[in-house]
């Protein structure tokens, strides 16, 4: 089986995947209307201002939508059918895509959701959400793949990264 692809940090989202590869969940915050906003870009959808901040997120939000995915697009995924996408609404405001290794049965919409970090190797870690409460020794899934590294969203700020 092949390895999960994996996305590429750039200029503008290394802060994003350094803060994951800590643990932390970080969206970017605009510096004039404070608007969170996600996935990173150079200039606030709002109000077009250029500034901006990381900014912690608390890891906890919602399932917005959810379909469940039958098919392996890719061959990392091969073995993983059923598994669930789910659009999650943070509570910051901004929504973001995970897939989620949880019984397809038990996800509805609205279910609260929070953030894990999956270990990638390298010093990487990728942002994940399960269904709130779940034990951190808990399997990731029915296949027994090892559960992933659970990380605590604090409080940190940094404003690296501006443009």
């Not at 399997?139 to 793949?145: E, S």
């Amino acid at each position: 089986m092949q390895g999960r692809p994996l996305p590429e940090p750039s200029p503008l989202t290394a802060g994003f995947w350094e803060a994951a590869a800590d643990g932390r969940l970080v969206l970017q915050r605009c510096d004039a209307c404070g608007r969170h906003r996600h996935y990173p870009q150079h200039r606030c959808p709002h109000c077009r201002e250029a500034a901006w901040r990381w900014a912690a997120a608390n890891g906890r939000g919602r399932i917005h939508s959810f379909t469940v995915t039958h098919h392996a697009f890719h061959p990392a995924w091969t073995g993983r059918t059923p598994y669930v996408v789910a659009t999650v609404q943070l509570d910051e405001g901004v929504r973001v895509v995970t897939d989620m290794d949880e019984d397809p049965a038990i996800v509805r919409i609205d279910a609260p959701v929070e953030v894990f970090f999956e270990d990638t190797g390298g010093g990487r870690a990728l942002p994940r959400f399960r269904i709130a409460g779940r034990p951190a020794s808990a399997p990731a899934d029915r296949d027994g793949r090892p559960a992933a590294r659970r990380g605590a969203a604090d409080t940190h700020t940094t404003t690296e990264g501006n443009t």
